[in-house]
């Protein structure tokens, strides 16, 4: 069986062989109507003829038969029938009287017993002889009297000689009516092709101007109708002509104009980030020196509102990349639960001032590790997570992630995972959901003036799930909260289950743990976290309902081993339940966790004096709960602080080159470098870093790309060609404010080995300088 090429369609016949086709389908359809009909017509008259022929031929023998067939004289009926017969179409005569007995026969053929199989084709005419056929000699009997049989006589005639007729008439009525027909047909064609020409050159014609052709026109000359034709093909291809001059011009000058768009975001980025850059990184030095209360309070206002700045810079700079179609994902591989415990944790402090529950739920069936764009997917839930938390004034807020089921019978490429960000807030109206993830829309004018934004957030968070290979959707309710659905395409990683983490499963596995949470969801999401730990759960919902549960648990010799606490509770809250849980002597005491949404400066004081042994700040992830379990119980391995790492100091100290124009970010910079232990060189421009890593030998270089005299790009390159003569490749990390993707790509072109986006961060700033010193050696 042949198939088709994909998207490629059946040929079409020309428009002369279609009429051609109708025509001869017409044409033969009538000819062979009308031969059926002559040829049936024909048949019927030879079948008439004959029957005439022989319903006369036996009238006249019956005629014959009366008398003598009245008088018993066999002789002369036998004689009458073979003179009968003589006829070459008679074949047979049967004579026989009233009792049905055969008085007399004669013919070529004998009828055999009145079966007839073995004759060749043929008819039989029967006449009854009745002895009033001898009237005339017994004319003196009564007409009253009733007429007597005397026999009967059987006529058979043949019918070849019909067929052979009809056979000699039906053949010459063919040959005449296909010769007819042939003749007919040529005429019509011929015809038809004189008068279908000139669309067939108008067809050409049109297959031309569709292939883009725009400078021919139509033939004229033809009957008047295709002259009409051609001359409105003419007119209409003139003005797709000149709107197509119009329309190149247009995409020219829209081209011309993203261009400049894009340089001047590009531009803009990096004028804004610069400033920035020092505006940041300096308040946050000023925050580390000795300040009174008033001077750091006005110093964290500054870099909150930077940093609400910096979302609003990178908003639109993400839109314009998507605008631009510049927006690509950068897939790595990357640890779910770890990912979404930054994002979540990120900003857990807002969620805490606003005294919200924020709840983080990874279902089981979550692979560990997935392949995709880790800072994407963090960019999605971040923003989703920041609108919920902005929109929320009481309650909680839920960050869910499951794996989508495939559909029976599929085998799509990766796997899809499902986020959910669920909020009781304040809700979105019914007639804004269809609109709400449109470009510079909020739910409400208003919003934007009470709560801020640049109403990108959703549109930015709608393309990139699009480019994720998911979607995105809402449902809500005016008053009582909004759910926010996106799903994502990831590809497979192959990893294995540490061991330890094995062993800490079977070190949990079984012991007796009570959870109390007033939160419905905690609650939930805890014990599911607990039941997939192999932990012999129980919760409460309040400092009662667990009294009681220990009360009971003592009685039937079953002590909690483990009490996971949450710090905030209506009436008897964790604090105050911790107090009765570790001083009354009616039960074994259970070592004490406390979960909580305030801040943990001001908890631990409290904790150490009740003797709870580990405070964990929500929202908890189930490996941070694991291993919290496992601190309190002594299990675990000393809690390490940040990464092991003292970011005071660096274990080695490197020579830095700083190629940085800004006096600003050149104080920065050397601050925050020296303040690590490095030493630095400061050249102003792109010509002085080139002289400097000429006359010296540095670890690393940082490298700003825009600077007077020479840029950095070009700076890099004449390093780059100085090396091939030494041997030597020193690392240059390019320090840019552009977010453009081309610009990263220009830096790698050039030479560089990776970049410091601006504003930097002090950790973001030594990580890569000392990754690039020595790669197995990273904060």
């Known amino acids: 069986m042949t198939r088709l090429g994909m998207g490629r369609r059946p040929r079409r016949k020309s428009l002369l062989m279609q009429a051609s086709l109708v025509n001869v389908a017409v044409m033969v359809a009538a000819a062979v109507s009308i031969t059926a009909l002559v040829l049936v017509a024909e048949r019927s008259t030879l079948s008439q003829q004959l029957n005439l022929r022989a319903q006369g031929s036996a009238e006249f023998l019956a005629s014959q038969c009366d008398f003598p067939l009245l008088i018993g004289d066999r002789a002369e009926l036998g004689r009458i029938a073979r003179s009968a ?36 084709p043929h008819i039989e005419v029967r006449r009854t002889i009745q002895e009033s056929g001898a009237k005339g000699l017994l004319d003196w009997e009564s007409d009253r009297t009733r007429v007597r049989q005397l026999g009967s006589v059987r006529v058979g005639f043949s019918m070849q000689k019909q067929r052979a007729q009809f056979v000699r008439t039906a053949r010459d009525v063919l040959l005449v009516g296909a010769l007819a027909l042939c003749v007919v047909l040529l005429v019509q064609y011929t015809q038809l092709r004189r008068l279908l020409r000139p669309l067939a050159r108008l067809v050409n014609f049109t297959g031309r101007v569709a292939q883009g052709d725009l400078q021919q026109r139509a033939p004229l000359g033809s009957w008047n109708e295709v002259d009409e034709l051609a001359k409105a093909f003419n007119d209409m291809v003139a003005q797709l002509d000149a709107s197509r001059r119009e329309l190149l011009e247009l995409v020219e000058k829209a081209r011309e104009a993203s261009r400049l768009k894009s340089q001047f975001v590009a531009n803009m980025s990096h004028e804004i980030r610069t400033p920035m850059n020092g505006i940041m990184g300096m308040t946050e030095l000023a925050l580390d020196t000795p300040l009174d209360a008033v001077q750091r309070e006005y110093l964290a206002a500054v870099m909150e509102s930077a940093g ?282 259970p070592v004490v966790m406390m979960l909580s949404s305030s801040d943990l400066r001001s908890d631990i004081p409290r904790c150490r004096q009740l003797g709870i042994v580990c405070h964990v700040t929500k929202p908890v992830s189930r490996t941070a709960l694991r291993e919290s379990m496992l601190r309190a119980l002594g299990d675990a391995p000393a809690e390490r602080v940040a990464g092991g790492r003292d970011l005071s100091k660096s274990l080695r100290q490197l020579s830095i080159l700083l190629a940085e124009d800004n006096f600003v970010n050149q104080k920065l910079a050397v601050t925050l470098l020296e303040k690590r232990g490095h030493r630095v060189t400061i050249a102003g421009n792109g010509r002085e870093a080139v002289e400097a890593a000429e006359a010296k030998r540095f670890d690393v270089v940082l490298m700003d790309v825009q600077m007077p005299e020479m840029d950095g790009w070009t700076a890099t390159e004449a390093i780059r060609k100085q090396e091939q003569g030494s041997g030597g490749r020193v690392p240059i990390l390019a320090l840019t404010a552009h977010a453009m993707k081309d610009y990263e790509n220009r830096c790698y072109a050039a030479g560089m080995d990776g970049f410091v986006s601006k504003p930097f961060q002090p950790a973001q700033l030594y990580k890569a300088v000392e990754s690039a010193a020595d790669p197995s050696d990273s904060v």
């Open 85 to 120: 017969a003589t006829n070459e179409d008679v074949l047979y005569v049967v004579v026989a009287d009233e009792a049905g007995r055969t008085v007399a026969e004669a013919g070529r053929a004998s009828p055999a017993g009145n079966s007839n199989q073995a004759l060749p």
């Open 308 to 589: 609400s700045l910096m979302a609003v810079i990178n908003d639109v700079l993400d839109f314009s990349k998507i605008e631009a179609g510049k927006m690509d994902l950068d897939p790595r591989p990357f640890a779910v639960a770890e990912l979404l415990d930054l994002a979540v944790r990120g900003l857990a402090l807002r969620a805490h001032q606003k005294k919200l529950e924020l709840i983080l739920e990874i279902q089981p069936d979550v692979p560990l590790q997935v392949l995709g764009d880790a800072n994407r997917l963090r960019q999605v839930l971040a923003n989703l997570l920041g609108n919920a938390i902005k929109f929320t004034e009481r309650g909680e807020v839920l960050v869910q992630v499951s794996r989508t089921p495939e559909p029976p019978g599929e085998e799509p490429p990766g796997q899809e995972l499902h986020f959910l960000v669920e909020d009781t807030g304040i809700g979105i109206p019914a007639d804004k959901l269809g609109s709400i993830f449109d470009s510079f829309t909020q739910a409400d004018g208003s919003t934007t003036r009470f709560y801020g934004g640049t109403g990108l957030g959703l549109a930015i968070a709608s393309k990139l799930t699009q480019l994720m290979g998911g979607r995105i959707w809402v449902e809500s309710e005016v008053g009582k909260g909004s759910r926010f659905h996106f799903t994502a395409r990831f590809g497979h990683v192959e990893t294995e289950r540490g061991q330890s983490a094995s062993g800490a499963r079977g070190m949990l596995k079984g012991m007796r743990v009570l959870a109390v949470d007033d939160n419905r969801i905690n609650r939930r999401v805890v014990a599911e976290m607990l039941a997939a730990e192999g932990v012999d759960a129980q919760v409460a919902e309040s400092g009662p309902q667990a009294l009681e549960l220990l009360r009971r648990a003592e009685l039937e010799q079953r002590p909690f081993q483990l009490a996971i606490l949450d710090a905030q509770m209506p009436g008897m809250d964790g604090f105050m339940l911790a107090e009765r849980i570790l001083q009354d002597e009616q039960w074994r005491r």
